[in-house]
């Protein structure tokens, strides 16, 4: 709570001048009496005015009054002042917490994540083996995708989760969130079919990969939750005007339900429905509260109809824009190609071993070569222009952090490559502040050879020949 001199106080100031202004109507009324009587304007008639006009005596309360219920108004602001503080606050802790938390939980997911990804592409394994890594690969993902639900869910409270509108084939969209448990539906006896309306576009406006992030989450819910059966998902347009559209998406499937009194609480944070999932731990009890929030941001809704033993509807609906562009199909280039060689020199500056163990491993696999710096006054002393093709900087260094050893990088040099950030910090805007301060791009820990390639991608394309 924070403790404030009363003389500084809301309540002070206002009762200041509740009196001030308070003392405006006896003097007011002694002079118009004054006037009124053709009197001399002098304390002498003040006196008389008062002590023959008894009005006067109720008039003259006026500043008592006036400053009594302005009192009260400075008492209520102080108290809604001090609530706000502390809201603002248990926001603050609520940020420092998530940062710390993600910070904390990503740093050794690094080697967790990088170390099987490098074991499944690296080493020879036999089919048990494989069997094995792959669980601990899925149980390693699953834990990151409840960190990141956390997040999300944070940048949508903070106001910091935009939207990205792209041209997409939302029934090709569709279709590929499908295919992603078509091994699990097969593996549990349930078939899986699209209803998809020839009132429909073929292509919209619309952000694709949170739609994506709804369509999986709903799909998902429905094979955990089925046991043989069918999964029904319906495509359907709720409205139109001119090139606006609403469309309604249905996932019906022929589960186990859900009773009334769960469905009041279905869309709460970390709510879990159904005793199954809470045994078997699965899930946050996040997902279907961030689809509510991002069906929000598309100016739709998200429901249930369901009964006890006889399946559920979760449905959606979304305001988009028909597109009339033509999406060609994109070659998807073989997994060789994806994970291409390049033939870069690597400055990796990062002080912890299991991180440069990971990281030089991945750059050895995409055909990179590195040194290695443990902190930024020996990234200093190592870099020289001419010599790295690209800087991976730690930001959480010791003495000097990454923002401090880049921009000193570029206070003394002028042939300088990109510089990425690798960071576990993956809070609101996170990114665009590392970025503001002088880095080129950043990479959320933990990352996989994939991610990293993506990143090389980008910056070099498919040329091979820097150094």
Request: glycine letters at 6%.
């Amino acid at each position: 709570m924070v403790h404030i001199s009363w003389f500084k106080s809301e309540v002070a100031k206002y009762t200041f001048y509740g009196v001030l202004f308070g003392l405006m109507f006896p003097i007011l009324a002694t002079c118009i009496d004054i006037m009124r009587l053709d009197m001399e304007l002098s304390w002498k008639s003040a006196i008389f005015v008062q002590k023959n006009y008894p009005i006067h005596y109720i008039i003259d309360t006026a500043p008592l009054f006036l400053g009594l219920f302005a009192m009260f108004g400075g008492r209520n602001l102080d108290r809604l002042k001090e609530k706000n503080h502390q809201i603002l606050k248990a926001s603050k802790f609520k940020q420092d917490f998530l940062a710390n938390m993600s910070h904390e939980i990503r740093t050794p997911m690094v080697g967790v994540i990088g170390m099987i990804d490098l074991l499944l592409k690296n080493t020879p394994l036999n089919s048990l083996q494989k069997e094995y890594v792959n669980i601990i690969h899925q149980s390693s993902l699953n834990l990151l995708d409840i960190l990141n639900q956390i997040l999300d869910l944070s940048k949508i409270e903070a106001g910091k989760f935009d939207l990205t509108p792209t041209h997409i084939d939302f029934k090709k969209t569709i279709h590929q969130n499908m295919n992603l448990f078509l091994a699990t539906a097969k593996a549990k006896e349930i078939d899986m079919f699209l209803d998809y309306s020839e009132e429909l576009p073929t292509t919209i406006l619309a952000d694709g990969n949170r739609l994506t992030q709804i369509i999986s989450n709903l799909i998902g819910n429905a094979i955990k939750f089925t046991e043989g059966g069918d999964i029904h998902i319906k495509a359907s347009l709720s409205s139109k005007k001119n090139d606006d559209l609403v469309i309604k998406l249905e996932v019906i499937d022929s589960g186990v339900g859900i009773n009334k009194k769960d469905q009041e609480t279905l869309f709460t944070r970390f709510s879990q429905f159904h005793e199954a999932s809470i045994i078997a731990g699965e899930g946050s009890g996040l997902g279907l509260t961030i689809c509510k929030k991002l069906v929000g941001l598309m100016q739709g809704k998200l429901g249930v109809k369901s009964e006890l033993g006889k399946g559920s509807n979760f449905w959606f609906t979304f305001k988009t824009t028909r597109s009339n562009l033509t999406i060609t199909k994109e070659n998807t280039p073989s997994l060789k190609k994806q994970n291409q060689k390049y033939n870069l020199h690597v400055l990796l500056v990062e002080d912890s071993d299991t991180n440069i163990l990971v990281s030089e491993q991945i750059l050895k696999y995409l055909g990179c070569t590195s040194d290695i710096a443990k902190d930024g006054k020996q990234a200093l002393k190592i870099f020289k222009e001419d010599t790295y093709d690209l800087i991976l900087m730690d930001i959480n260094l010791p003495e000097l952090d990454g923002v401090q050893t880049c921009n000193l990088i570029r206070e003394k040099y002028t042939k300088i490559p990109p510089i990425i950030a690798l960071t576990s910090n993956a809070l609101p805007g996170d990114a665009e502040r590392y970025i503001a301060k002088g880095l080129d791009d950043y990479i959320t820990k933990p990352f996989t050879t994939e991610i990293l390639n993506i990143k090389l991608k980008n910056w070099f394309g498919d040329h091979h020949e820097y150094h």
